[in-house]
């Protein structure tokens, strides 16, 4: 992030940033487990997941190395974008569920 | 149910710190505990309606409804404290060091009773808001399985009791220390909360790709982890952050600033004034 961007930002008249294609992936939430729980993404790369909770209860999307932290209503659906990634692995896990709900994101080249 | 305990405890830890700082706060300028009713009324009132329309709000301004609340809530917490922060900082100079409290009629505060009232009714009610709506969300989860629901509310109702016991700790060691050094204590205590809050919400505008995240600028997650329970406490202390991005440490600046600028003003002042008695 540039200071100029960030001073535009807080000049309202930001950029449309989220406008820019972000690859997408898509993580499912069943029977308070993830889907995949492995999800490989590229490094380096700013990415767009999706998680879809089909669940009927909610859940918390929490992860301390990616630094998110989203509630996913049950039935609903939550957009989160991370990175760019350095290469590596980036645990996450579902707050509400945190003994079921366990993944984990591979940042590789 | 220690998921739950852990849950409840996590988000009350931080607003039963503020809420014992504020009451400590009153306690030492002699003003009534009475403004704790509307900024709990408020932030049980505002976390519900939150809680009760999540879907809605999760939905709106393109799927980032959520984030934009949050960071606005954040924002108007700052704002808050830093004019809490105002307010106070003379008496970080002109305080007794000896008395344990301020006579009410005490002309450095007195002046600015209701905004300061009115700053922590905010204060408490909005950092309530968020925490509690997450409160309400998680136990409604579990209203379709009554057997996890006792469990949840057991757990839920010992992590409550956990932070509020955390908070009367820490209000009898504050009631204890003389004007002066509370208000040191405090106006510290609000520059890492705000600091902290700053930094939510890059991570809000972040988690919306409204800002991009550069790569980290260090990693003390050897150190300290965020996972445990010294980073869980430093995180609600200072919004301590293991790897942090500059974006993040951007904000932290700006949220500071007006206090460090305060905090020099009242020296400068402080200095100007003896000067002037000593001639």
């Not at chain 2, 009713?37 to 809680?51: F, H, I, M, R, T």
Request: hydrophobic share 55%.
């Amino acid at each position: 992030m540039r200071i100029s961007t960030l001073l535009l930002i807080l000049l309202g008249i930001s950029p449309p940033l989220y406008a820019m294609a972000a690859p997408e992936f898509t993580i499912e939430i069943r029977d308070h487990l993830f889907f995949p729980s492995t999800l490989v993404v590229p490094a380096n790369t700013k990415v767009k997941l999706i998680i879809i909770n089909k669940d009927s209860t909610p859940e918390e999307f929490e992860s301390y190395e990616l630094n998110r932290e989203k509630v996913i209503m049950g039935g609903a659906k939550a957009v989160i974008f991370i990175g760019p990634l350095k290469p590596g692995d980036y645990p996450f896990f579902g707050e509400f569920n945190p003994k079921t709900a366990q993944g984990l994101i591979r940042a590789q080249h | 149910m220690v998921d739950a305990i852990l849950l409840i405890l996590r988000e009350v830890l931080e607003a039963a710190l503020i809420i014992t700082m504020l009451l400590a706060m009153s306690r030492k300028l002699s003003i009534s505990f009475n403004w704790i009713v509307p900024a709990l009324v408020l932030g049980v009132l505002s976390s519900w309606l939150l809680a009760h329309y999540a879907y809605a709000i999760a939905d709106a301004l393109d799927g980032t409804g959520q984030e934009w609340i949050n960071a606005l809530l954040y924002l108007s917490v700052i704002l808050s404290f830093i004019i809490i922060g105002l307010i106070i900082a003379p008496l970080l100079f002109s305080a007794s060091l000896q008395e344990k409290y301020l006579s009410f009629t005490d002309n450095s505060i007195k002046p600015h009773k209701t905004l300061l009232l009115v700053c922590s009714i905010f204060a408490v009610g909005l950092s309530l808001a968020r925490e509690v709506a997450e409160i309400w969300i998680y136990l409604g989860g579990f209203l379709h399985q009554q057997d996890l629901l006792q469990s949840a509310l057991t757990g839920g109702a010992i992590g409550l009791g956990i932070g509020m016991s955390l908070g009367v700790i820490t209000y009898y060691l504050l009631v204890f220390i003389s004007v002066r050094r509370f208000f040191i204590v405090l106006f510290v205590f609000l520059i890492f909360l705000c600091g902290g809050l700053s930094m939510q919400i890059a991570r809000q505008l972040l988690q919306i790709g409204m800002l991009t995240s550069a790569t980290p600028l260090w990693d003390s997650s050897t150190i300290v982890n965020e996972h445990s329970w010294l980073g869980e406490l430093l995180y609600a202390l200072i919004g301590y952050d293991s790897s942090p991005n500059a974006i993040q440490v951007i904000f932290y600046w700006i949220a500071i600033i007006p206090f460090l600028v305060a905090l020099a003003w009242n020296w400068h002042r402080r200095n100007q004034a003896s000067s002037t008695t000593s001639i």
